[in-house]
């Protein structure tokens, strides 16, 4: 596949615009062509009305037909194959077996959603028949299910340049749901996204559907962002990045004359409390695993712990001593662009400033900077002066993460009741453990929407009982998750219909249930007829 460099609109190619940009590689710094051209307002406005126009014909198609859609989009991305991964390569430095298993995990979820939408229970269909006798009022005809927004506008994540990109999570549920989509693609990795968007435009054409369903807008820079929240026809917003990236999504979506749901998943530093019965069962093996955890993927994971609690006593330090000689063997490896790595630089640089912070731990090998490196390091401190600086509760993007240790009873309590919202916390321990610190279960609960027990966060399943959200500022509506089948309902409403005849009524809601799919009728559970 030649790449052309230009941003999707429907079936069309938007005009070349006087400004362009060149994805670079982190690891060589060597520019990779073509120039790509950043999309200008004439193209942002064109993709939203396209999607406007293709709303009325996708909302009408049936489960199986969007189901068909995922599916062959799934295949198209596979078909690509090997030019795929090693642009992926190319544009991130990560290597060629984490792009393999990332696109295995991009087809899935597709598929995964595919299947939802064929079986349509999630819908959520809820049939209350009428009671004309009943007394002292009759009851209507009620029928409830979901039905889809309207055009959603996906934002790509830089550090998962398909599974939270172009086809990613959010365009497969918004699709599912019913939703035409317009990608706003991660600058660092054009190409890619490139590729990806050509395999879901033609999709849409192989399917019959109206071309407006999915358009890829390319360009860096906050412009885009702010027109894209703003417009009058974007209807939800799904995002993955930085807090100041979501805040300002969020901001721009408040301020329309008729705002706008923004689901973002903005980062988190996913605390790891390791409790006395587990640090003296399985202290050696939790400080090699947390190494692993803090240093996967350089640390570019929304889930790396980047805060260790534990009580201070004399297997802390056996701990601490694992932590640092692991950690010293890993080398530094090239993050996804420069301006990341800068940042992680400037972060460790505070965290090293602090009042009560040591380094305790880092690799033994110097970063290349010339490289886009950065080499882990882990910091220590205690209870006392983590709870008087709150920058150190700050989210670090990179290989980091800091050891607390915490000489009285109720530290951690504390410490874990004077953490923001996170997408995960972590608990290490026994049984026993869990008993005597309840208190500490129940403030983690409030805090973080995945507790882990045992194990470690790096790692999201795509499942459906996953949830990958939690309270704010993890993302900015704790309802919902971004991972799993239930991140469809972040693009869909519900609608009542009261007393309307059976033709009249959405298939899914009529007292033939053909597809045998459950609906709630009368308040009980069931898959047959009405």
Request: hydrophobic share 45%; net charge neutral.
């Amino acid at each position: 596949m030649e790449l052309h460099g230009k941003s999707i609109l429907g079936d069309a190619l938007a005009d070349s615009g006087a400004e362009t940009f060149e994805s670079i590689n982190p690891a060589t710094g060597q520019k990779l062509g073509p120039a790509f051209h950043k999309a200008d307002a004439a193209a942002i406005g064109r993709a939203m009305q396209l999607a406007e126009a293709a709303f009325t014909d996708y909302r009408q198609r049936s489960g199986a037909q969007r189901a068909d859609f995922l599916e062959k989009i799934a295949a198209g991305i596979e078909a690509l194959g090997d030019k795929l991964v090693e642009r992926a390569v190319a544009e991130t430095a990560l290597p060629p077996a984490r792009i393999t298993g990332e696109r295995g995990r991009t087809t899935g979820q597709l598929r995964l959603f595919a299947s939802l939408a064929r079986e349509g229970s999630w819908v959520d269909a809820r049939i209350d028949t009428a009671l004309p006798e009943r007394q002292p009022l009759p009851r209507p005809d009620l029928r409830r299910m979901l039905i889809p927004l309207g055009p959603v506008v996906v934002f790509s994540a830089s550090n998962f340049p398909l599974a939270f990109s172009v086809a990613g999570g959010d365009t497969a549920s918004a699709l599912a749901a019913g939703c035409p989509v317009v990608v706003k693609s991660h600058w660092a990795h054009a190409g890619v996204s490139e590729m990806v968007g050509r395999v879901i435009q033609e999709a849409a054409k192989a399917c019959g559907l109206h071309p407006g369903v999915f358009s890829l807008l390319q360009g860096r820079g906050h412009d885009i962002g702010n027109a894209l929240a703003r417009h009058p026809l974007t209807r939800a917003i799904g995002f993955t990045g930085s807090r100041r990236g979501g805040l300002a999504l969020l901001s721009a979506a408040n301020l329309r004359p008729e705002p706008i749901p923004v689901y973002a998943e903005m980062g988190s530093i996913n605390p790891v409390f390791v409790l006395p019965g587990a640090m003296e069962q399985r202290g050696q093996a939790i400080a090699q695993g947390l190494v692993q955890s803090v240093t996967l993927g350089v640390g570019q994971f929304c889930t790396n712990p980047g805060l260790v609690v534990a009580r201070a006593e004399p297997r802390l330090e056996q701990f601490v001593a694992q932590v640092s000689q692991s950690i010293a063997a890993v080398a530094p490896a090239s993050m996804l662009y420069s301006g990341l790595c800068e940042a992680y630089r400037e972060g460790v640089d505070r965290l090293a400033a602090a009042p009560g912070v040591s380094v305790v731990g880092k690799a033994a090998q110097a970063a290349d900077p010339a490289r886009t490196q950065a080499g882990p390091i882990v910091f220590r401190t205690d209870a006392t002066a983590f709870l008087a600086n709150p920058d150190l509760s700050e989210e670090v993007f990179g290989p980091a993460t800091v050891v607390v240790a915490c000489p009285k009873e109720g530290d951690l309590a504390a410490i874990a009741r004077g953490l923001e919202g996170q997408l995960t916390a972590t608990i290490h321990g026994t049984e026993d453990d869990l008993k005597k610190n309840a208190e500490l279960v129940a403030i983690l609960q409030d805090k973080a929407g995945r507790l882990i027990f045992n194990a470690f966060p790096t790692g999201v399943e795509v499942s459906p009982a996953m949830n990958h959200g939690g309270p704010f500022p993890a993302t900015t509506d704790p309802h919902y998750t971004s991972v799993g089948t239930a991140a469809i309902l972040r693009f869909a409403r519900p609608i009542c219909y009261q007393g309307f005849p059976q033709s009249a009524l959405p298939p899914e809601l009529r007292d033939a249930n053909p597809g045998a799919m459950w609906r709630l009728v009368n308040a009980q559970w069931r898959q047959g007829n009405v």
